[in-house]
Nanobody
């Protein structure tokens, strides 16, 4: 059974940091593009970052550029999202997603991904 499990969410003060993990089981992330999305209350899913297996490219939404870093550990079959300088507007449920191919879509299109985790909640508040 192919499964993605996120962890690492929680409550953090503005300016703080969190590191999210996305662990895969049943398949190897080594051959997959893996992205992080988030969904704030009342809003649609937003693509946050993607670690592409195409030339190892790493992509970020403008809103998190310079603050968030995506990385992967193929031995642990896990992708990470390190989040620094967190802002209240980063509050959301964060999901990881994986796909073998883009099928002509963009990295931040939810329809690009066939495998999704259950999400981990991040709350940035004082």
């Amino acid at each position: 059974q192919l499964q993605l499990v996120e962890s690492g969410g929680g409550l953090v003060q503005p300016g703080g940091s969190l590191k999210l993990s996305c662990a895969a089981s049943g398949f190897s992330l080594e051959f997959y593009h893996v992205a992080w999305f988030r969904q704030a209350p009342g809003k649609e899913h937003e693509g946050v970052s993607c670690d592409s297996v195409t030339d190892g490219e790493r992509l970020y939404a403008e809103s998190v550029q310079g603050r968030f870093t995506i990385s992967r550990d193929d031995v642990k079959n896990t992708v990470y999202l390190e989040m620094n300088s967190l802002k209240p507007e980063d509050t959301a449920v964060y999901y990881c997603a994986a796909t073998r191919q883009w099928y002509g879509r963009t990295w931040n299109d939810v329809h690009s991904y066939g495998h999704w985790g259950q999400g981990t909640r991040v709350t940035v508040s004082s």
